[in-house]
């Protein structure tokens, strides 16, 4: 008796710094993510393309926020999940279209910063605003109707007991699931991979003084390279990538094996991880991008001070390396 009271307190105890956790991680993602898209909404300064696709991630994150973490914490104390079926085939979906927007948007991230350090005289032509709020619109739009058909009636929710997230069957639409990741995974993976290579080759050029005929050509190529965006980029590429690879590691470990990881610890930290990616985006934007400090400290004025006088005095004297 003594031994299963002590089980039963131990899984109390469990459930209920699972639901502290995700409630604590929840609100982080809610905060930061709003703090980035106020933050951007509110410069009035001269800004980079490069802040529109910031912006669709803060609000794809944001997104998860909202509607996908908070609907976890009560099957995380409980084991049980009260929502219906439902609101677990819409949070489903949801994971899987917001994780395609994410990764489309990173792939047009990596192909801002390619189109930068390749055509350095052009690139403001080449990329512009309009252009890339068009390319925004048509990600979300692709996303949400790629991911769709089994939200339509095509697969079974499923709620998973040891991460208590709903989840969409894409066992049995094998096929579908196939062609939905070589279309997500294919184009992105290959443009990163082949764009942050083209920018770091050019940067070791560049210092190593490698000798560029076209003066201008050099000028604005080095002007480009020296911009702090192409490292914050790179960084919030890989830190992405680097929260979800524990459950791909995963996932692959099982189908390649046809051992199915039965560790609650381990299913709930794999999954978990990876959404915690949702909440270092604001702390890699802080300490890496100096534009991203000056309208934070824009916005914190706005709100503490009441005359717009001193609010432009403060921009003006800012200073972007600060």
Known sequence: MQEMSYLQDNSKVEALTKAVLISILGVAIVLSNLLIIATYANFKGPTEVINYYLLSLAIA???????????SVYPALTGEWMYGDIVCRFTGYLEVTLWAVSVYTFMWISVDRYLAVRKPLRYETVQTKTRCQCWMVFTWISAALLCCPPILG?????????????MLDWGNMAAYSATLAILVLGPSLISIVHNYGYIFVMMRKIRSGEPIHDKEYATALAENLSNPSHMMSFALVFAFWVSWLPWILLRLYEVVTGDVIQSTLINFAVVWIGILNSFWKILIMTSMSPQFRIALRVFCLTICCKTKGRLQAELIGLDPDD
């Open 61 to 71: 994150d944001l997104l998860c926020g909202l509607l996908v973490v908070p609907f």
């Open 154 to 166: 095509y697969s079974m929710p499923i709620e998973n007991n040891m991460t208590h997230i709903c």
